[in-house]
């Protein structure tokens, strides 16, 4: 498609046009204009990796290090790497647009979304951003910075007022983004959720059009976060080019009649519409065709690189008594809750669908040359641990049936509109469309086999934005319809965790259902959050174990191991968008357990003795990047990025 001549375009375009090409069509695209060429963009968050246009059984993407980490490496080349195979990503999942890096400041420590940004350092961080944005557009697509500015908790994010004087506000909040574009010249902006001094950002005339653009001389796009637009007239005077996503709450007619009523001048219309063609012209290069289709990549040398990465960010905390590197020939003992999980991504935004992942234990398990031996340790979970990939499909496969119904499972002739097969049994299905669907109230019905491999009370766990009850051979053992409690997960929407228990014997199979209603079935009082059209579903299941069990075995295998090492801290479940933690501890039960692995074998990891690592979230390539450490393939040169507070107290945002 030819490019635009974007002054003979805007005098083309009529006054609905342009309104309507200052506010996104749906989630993750922009409005087109087919008979002046104007095609419709495509975007995908990226602070770790490239998602595509679909949380729910979306397309597999390549899961980076966390901002976080890359932070650790301090290293501008290997960043501008990361930013080029990002840009291949975005390309491969048909997107011109990647929605990050995100820049923020980690003020806090128990910050949801600080694993999303590089550094506490303005500089540091402007210099990853930079290099990260500069490797992302030298692949034609453009990069968001985010979030700009002041957008540091998640506590009430939407309602927040920063105060910060002009100095604080410049020299620590300010600093990496007005660095990042003197390396980059990043086609986009995305304004914070949060007010800086008594104005939301998406509508503050100072920081979007008198800094941003005035000062800094910056001639991009500027887009709101998702809903994080508050205002018609405000809105567009003070610079916010695009509101995200559609459909639009606050341009639209609206907007029309504002312009109409001299509210907002023409003028001012055609500067926001000129910044969105000159984004269509930045990525026309790409010929992204519309409703491109989302393909994976998963290159042996973007392997390598992931791997690279992952063991690159690694820090040594504390080897005094040279316990590494490990020694291959010698047998280890893998104890922990993170041994076997692989914690690859923070939750929120930055979760995806990653081609594969690596855990620690296999990464071990893999290099080491004699026995590698298990212990649980104990549990780490906030909620039970995903039940889908430990059940069985009629036919033999690993997961479960998803059967789409319009109708209430107590109706008879229920129509299937949809069957499908998914592993995971968590799901958001914001982005879930079937034409045969009547309206965002429907049912689904998920039903899949468990053997489980010991005798015991097993619970099991159901969260929902809507309605659940989770059945086996028959029976009632979860229902999450009735006097619902609002929690955390799926962006605070979704109610707190709904348990319930049965005694199962090992090797006998038993049949699960879990029934399902979207949100509007749902009574739960939902103020103040916005729920993502029908929905989301988790449910869970686990061993019921007592932790002193799990501490005792793991005490008693390191009391015989030749070498121990021990997996704990934070998932994304621990660490996510939507809310921000109330403390600094590591999960129920872990200090205890390495404390007493210690006592009986002090060749393990920890912050008073024996050596001590640590990782983040890594990747598809956690695991291995962090055996290539503990193994000595890798010299551990990561470095920390941010402060680690002894106390809370001790943190200066206290």
């Avoid at 944005?133 to 692949?139: D, H, L, R, V």
């Avoid at 009629?394 to 109706?411: I, M, Q």
């Avoid at 007592?546 to 479940?573: D, R, Y």
Wanted: glycine letters at 10%; aromatic letters at 8%.
């Amino acid at each position: 498609m030819p490019r635009l001549d974007v002054e003979k375009t805007i005098e083309e375009l009529s006054l609905g046009e342009k309104v309507a090409l200052t506010a996104g069509i749906d989630f993750w695209h922009t409005a087109s204009v087919p008979r002046l060429n104007i095609p419709t963009l495509r975007m995908s968050d990226g602070p770790n990796g490239v998602r595509g246009t679909r949380f729910f059984n979306g397309v597999p993407a390549a899961c980076f290090p966390c901002a976080t980490a890359l932070g650790a490496t301090w290293d501008t080349e290997l960043l501008h790497e990361i930013g080029q195979l990002m840009g291949e990503e975005s390309i491969a999942k048909g997107s011109h647009i990647i929605l990050g890096p995100t820049i923020n400041t980690q003020r806090s420590p128990l910050g949801g979304r600080g694993f999303e940004s590089f550094a506490e350092d303005g500089m540091l961080s402007g210099l990853l951003a930079g290099y990260i944005s500069k490797g992302i557009q030298e692949k034609g697509v453009a990069a968001t910075l985010k979030h700009f500015v002041c957008n540091d908790q998640e506590h009430q994010r939407m309602a927040v007022d920063s105060i910060v004087t002009q100095r604080a506000l410049r020299e620590i909040y300010l600093l990496p983004f007005q660095l990042a574009m003197r390396i980059c010249r990043t086609a986009c902006v995305m304004t914070a959720y949060n007010k800086v001094n008594g104005t939301h950002v998406s509508q503050n005339k100072e920081i979007i059009t008198d800094i941003l653009r005035k000062e800094w001389g910056w001639d991009g796009l500027v887009m709101s976060d998702w809903f994080g637009t508050y205002s018609t007239s405000d809105a567009i005077n003070a610079g916010l080019d695009l509101e995200m996503p559609g459909k639009t709450r606050w341009r639209g007619t609206a907007l029309a009649h504002a312009v109409s009523s001299n509210e907002v001048a023409e003028f001012v219309m055609d500067e926001r519409v000129r910044n969105v063609l000159n984004l269509v012209n930045f990525v026309d290069d790409l010929n992204i065709p519309e409703n491109a289709p989302e393909k994976a990549l998963n290159r042996p040398q973007d392997q390598a690189l992931l791997r690279r990465a992952a063991a690159e960010s690694v820090v040594l905390m504390k080897n005094e008594e040279n316990i590494l590197p490990l020694k291959k020939e010698k047998s280890i003992l893998v104890i922990g809750p993170n041994s076997k999980v692989a914690a690859y991504c923070g939750g929120g935004s930055a979760s995806l669908d990653a081609y594969y992942t690596v855990t620690p234990f296999e990464g071990v398990s893999a290099q080491s040359k004699g026995e590698v031996r298990f212990s649980q340790g104990v549990y780490s979970h906030k909620d039970l641990p995903l039940l889908g990939p430990l059940l069985k499909t009629a036919d033999g496969k690993t997961g479960f049936s998803f059967k789409v119904y319009n109708e209430h499972p107590s109706e008879s002739n229920r129509e299937l509109i949809e069957e499908l097969h998914l592993v995971s049994s968590s799901g958001f299905l914001m982005d879930y469309v079937n034409p045969k669907i009547k309206s965002i109230t429907y049912y689904v019905d998920m039903e899949g086999l468990f053997t489980p491999e010991e005798d015991g009370i097993y619970d099991f766990g159901v969260t929902v934005v809507g309605t659940g009850q989770l059945f086996i051979d028959g029976e009632l053992v979860v229902d999450n319809t009735k006097n619902q409690r609002q929690g955390s997960a799926f962006f605070g929407t979704a109610t707190v965790e709904e348990k319930g228990s049965k005694e199962l014997k090992a090797g006998q199979t038993y049949k699960v259902l879990f029934q399902f209603g979207t949100a509007p079935t749902s009574d739960l009082d939902t103020r103040g959050v916005v729920i993502f059209g029908p929905g989301g579903f988790r449910f869970g299941a686990s061993r019921r174990v007592g932790q002193e069990e799990l501490i005792s075995n793991a005490v008693k295998l390191a009391s015989e191991a030749e070498q121990v090492v021990i997996f704990a801290g934070l998932t994304s479940e621990w660490e996510t968008e939507g809310y921000d933690r109330d403390h600094m501890d590591l999960p129920p039960g872990s200090d205890e357990m390495i404390s007493r692995v210690l006592d009986v074998n002090p060749n393990a990891s920890w912050s008073s003795r024996a050596a001590l690592l640590h990782a983040w979230f890594g990747g598809n390539e956690c695991g291995n990047g962090i055996a290539d450490v503990l193994y000595g393939d890798v010299n551990p040169s990561g470095k920390l990025p941010i402060t680690f507070p002894v106390r809370l107290q001790d943190n200066p945002s206290y």
